[in-house]
C-alpha cells in the first residue's frame, strides 16, 4: 500500500541529525532530542484491514481517533485508517474534530461526548455531527437551531453504561417527538456503549444489548430509519461481528492492541501492535560501590557499576512507578535504577555502551520486546492508557517497512 508521507532519513547514530526531503528542499533537524515514539503506519494500515474483512461489506467502519489517536497522531492515523477502509471517524469532543478539520480531514467526524448547545452553531460551522444524549440536551438544541440549519447528530442510548445516554423508553419517545416536530434535526445513527463487551462472562452484555434492540424499536415507531445504528466497540465487533447492526467503531484494535487479556486468546484476527517508543544513551559513568543515583538516594550501586543516563523523564509520560521497570539495550533488558527524573531516568548497563546507544521502552530490538501489555501490567492499568500517556512533546516518527517516512514534531510544528 502506498502512502502520501514525505520521505525521512533518520541516522542510527542521533536522532538529531535528521533530514527532511520535502521536494527540492532539504530540511534539517525535524526535532533535536534523542526520544521519540515510532508509529508503524503499515501495523495501522492492516489492523483496520482485517477488521473490513471481517464484517459484513455493506456495514460501516468507523475509525476512533479521539485522544490524538490514542497518542498515535490523530490526522496521520485519520488518514490511514480511511485508506484502509474506514468509513467516518470519531473522536470526544468538539475540539478533536475541529483540530482535524483544520488538518485537512474532509470525512465525516462523529463527537462521541457531550457538545454543550452552547457550541451547536460551531458544530454547524465545522459540519461535525455530534451526539444528543438527553431529551433536556435535544430540547435545548430545538431553541438555538434557525429554521436552515441542519444538525447531523447520532442519538445516544445507555443500556448500562451509566455515561452519556437516554435511559428509559419514555424519555426516548418523548426525545424522539421533539425530534421529529424539528426539520433542523437530522437523526444519522443511533448508539449505544458496553459496559463488559471486553470480559468473556456476557450476561451484562446480552441485558445490554436486548434493551439497545428494544429502543431502537422505538426510535423506528416514530418513523425514523437511521442510516447507522452501532453498539459494537472493538471488542463486541471482534467477539461478535454478526451481532453489530449495521455499523461499528474501531478504537483499541486499531493500534494493534487486544481489548483486554481475557480475548487474546479467541481473537479472530491477527493485530499488530503500531506504537513503541525509543531513546539513546547520553552519558556513560561508572560508579562505584556504594555510589547513590537520583533523587532521594534510593539506589545503592552494589558494586562498582556502568550507569548510562537517558533523556526520559515523568513530563515525557514515564512516570516515577516505572522506576523498578526494564528497558531493552542491545536487545537486552537493564534495569532502570533510581527514581525517574522529569526530564531523563538512569539505568545499569551490564557493560560499557558509548553514547548514541540506543535505548526501548516500548516495542522490538534484536529478537526481544518490551510490549505495552507488559508495561500496562506492571502499572495495574490497562494497554489503552499507555500510548495515550506518552507526552506530546515526545515527537512522532511515522515508519513503513522499518523505514521513516514522516515525523510530528508537535513542540516545533
Known amino acids: 500500500m502506498k502512502f502520501g508521507y514525505r520521505c525521512i532519513i533518520l541516522t542510527e547514530e542521533s536522532t538529531f541529525r535528521m533530514v527532511l526531503k520535502k521536494g527540492s528542499v532539504v530540511v534539517m533537524d525535524a526535532f533535536y532530542r534523542e526520544t521519540w515514539a515510532e508509529i508503524d503506519v503499515e501495523a495501522i494500515f492492516q489492523n483496520v484491514n482485517h477488521v473490513r474483512e471481517l464484517i459484513p461489506g455493506h456495514k460501516m467502519l468507523m475509525a476512533v481517533v479521539k485522544a490524538n489517536a490514542y497518542g498515535h497522531g490523530d490526522k496521520e492515523v485519520a488518514e490511514i485508517a480511511l485508506q484502509a477502509g474506514a468509513d467516518m471517524l470519531a473522536v470526544a469532543f468538539l475540539d478533536e474534530a475541529i483540530a482535524l478539520r483544520k488538518k485537512g480531514i474532509k470525512e465525516s467526524i462523529l463527537v462521541l461526548g457531550a457538545v454543550p448547545t452552547l457550541h451547536i452553531q460551531t458544530a454547524l460551522e465545522w459540519d461535525v455531527t455530534v451526539t444528543a444524549y438527553s431529551k433536556a440536551w435535544i430540547e435545548e438544541a430545538a431553541s438555538i437551531l434557525g429554521e436552515n440549519s441542519q444538525l447531523h447528530m447520532h442519538l445516544k442510548i445507555d443500556t448500562g453504561m451509566g455515561r452519556l445516554g437516554i435511559r428509559t423508553k419514555e424519555e426516548l419517545h418523548k426525545t424522539m417527538k421533539i425530534i ?7 437523526l444519522d445513527g443511533v448508539f449505544t456503549h458496553f459496559a463488559t463487551a471486553d470480559e468473556l462472562n456476557s450476561s451484562y452484555f446480552e441485558e445490554q444489548y436486548t434493551f ?44 494493534g492492541l487486544s481489548p483486554s487479556e481475557e480475548l487474546k486468546e479467541v481473537l ?65 533488558k537493564v534495569p532502570i535504577v533510581g527514581r525517574i527524573c522529569m526530564d531523563q531516568l538512569m539505568i545499569k548497563l551490564p557493560k560499557m555502551y558509548k553514547m548514541g546507544t540506543k535505548v526501548t521502552f516500548i516495542g522490538k530490538q534484536k529478537g526481544a520486546e518490551i510490549t505495552i501489555d507488559e508495561v500496562a501490567k506492571h502499572l495495574e492499568t490497562i494497554n489503552y492508557e499507555i500510548p495515550c500517556m506518552v507526552a506530546a512533546r515526545v515527537p512522532r516518527v511515522y515508519t513503513r517497512d522499518s523505514q521513516h517516512i514522516d515525523v510530528n514534531n508537535y513542540i516545533l510544528r
Open 180 to 186: 421529529a416536530s424539528h426539520s433542523g434535526f437530522v
Open 212 to 255: 439497545f434492540e428494544e429502543m431502537v424499536g422505538i426510535v423506528k415507531e416514530h418513523n425514523f430509519t437511521p442510516p447507522m445504528i452501532h453498539c459494537a466497540n472493538s471488542a463486541a465487533l471482534l467477539r461478535r461481528p454478526n451481532d453489530i447492526f449495521n455499523g461499528v467503531r474501531l478504537g483499541i484494535s486499531m493500534y
Open 268 to 332: 479472530p484476527i491477527p493485530l499488530k501492535q503500531a506504537f513503541s517508543l525509543h531513546s539513546r544513551i547520553v552519558h556513560v559513568k561508572k560508579v562505584k560501590k556504594g555510589s547513590h543515583i537520583s533523587y532521594g538516594a534510593t539506589y545503592e550501586a552494589k558494586e562498582d557499576e556502568w550507569i548510562a543516563t537517558i533523556p526520559v523523564g515523568y513530563a515525557d509520560g514515564w512516570i516515577r512507578k516505572l522506576s523498578n521497570f526494564e528497558v531493552l539495550v542491545d536487545g537486552v
